[in-house]
């Protein structure tokens, strides 16, 4: 009968921990969820023959699927061509990819327009590769171009020619801007290859970052204020920072995304 009962009582805290996922915080009402127990094509959009500004990676819908629970973003350096007039899907700013090879293929996925979001308090479970020179990243951009407000928060950016317990974080409100608004945290007893919960608590007035329920930075008078899509994407740093490594293959991995209303 002990035993019984540690039995049902272990049941009980593991089915109330899952279940607390998704509840309300900080006494705000949950918007929208996903915890990614299957690909919801109606919710995300994932980029196919999808380049982004020229960066070395080719996004494919090949790399992003769901699996054990997680979304999966893979990494890898293989040579692939984006074939000239190829009908690609290209959410946000990612555009056709140009006629010819790449040395990386990895994977994009955004929100749909019905996510849209102004305001509230936005949180993910990440775990993420490090990898010289991988930039795996959590971010938002305007849902509708209005050619004024670039509407980006980077909830984080990870660079791999940094050390692994350090987190990036911008905003962006016009192009270009010069990384005005750049910060780098290094935090203690901390590595971004583990499971942590990256989130911000976005209003008119502030925008504050935190990890793992921790606030690591506050900004003011921000003037991001248009409605957002969220993206999860791992592209490559650049020309500078290229992986040196062979044959390597990277996971990002994504527990869950919880919306909360402002």
């Known amino acids: ?9 272990s049941l009980f805290f593991v089915g109330l921990t899952a279940t607390a996922q998704i509840v309300n915080k900080n006494n705000r009402n949950l918007l929208w969820h996903d915890n990614f127990d299957s690909l919801n094509i109606s919710m995300w959009t994932v980029a ?3 380049d982004h500004y020229g960066e070395p990676q080719l996004y494919k819908k090949e790399q992003v699927f769901c699996e054990n629970g997680n979304l999966c973003i893979v990494i890898q350096d293989s040579l692939i061509d984006c074939p000239e007039g190829i009908q690609a899907n290209n959410p946000g700013s990612c555009g056709t990819c140009k006629a010819g090879s790449h040395n990386f293929v990895s994977g994009w996925i955004e929100s749909k327009q019905k996510y849209a979001t102004q305001y509230g308090y936005i949180e993910a479970r990440i775990k993420m590769p490090y990898r010289f020179g991988l930039w795996p990243a959590f971010w938002t951009f305007e849902q509708v171009s209005n050619n004024v407000n670039a509407a980006e928060i980077d909830i984080f950016e990870m660079l791999g020619y940094k050390p692994e317990n350090v987190i990036t974080t911008n905003i962006h409100k016009t192009y270009p801007d010069g990384n005005v608004y750049y910060k780098e945290k290094s935090l203690r007893n901390f590595s ?3 499971w942590h919960t990256y989130s911000i608590l976005w209003n008119e007035d502030v925008i504050i970052w935190y990890v793992d329920g921790k606030k690591i930075r506050k900004t003011k008078r921000h003037g991001v204020v248009d409605p957002v899509r969220f993206i999860f994407n791992l592209a490559v740093t650049g020309k500078n920072h290229l992986p040196t490594d062979k044959h390597f293959c990277d996971t990002m991995f994504v527990d869950y995304i919880q919306v909360f209303e402002k």
């Open 1 to 9: 009968m002990k035993h019984f009962f540690v039995l049902l009582s």
């Open 48 to 50: 196919d023959y999808s």
């Open 192 to 194: 971004y290859t583990d």
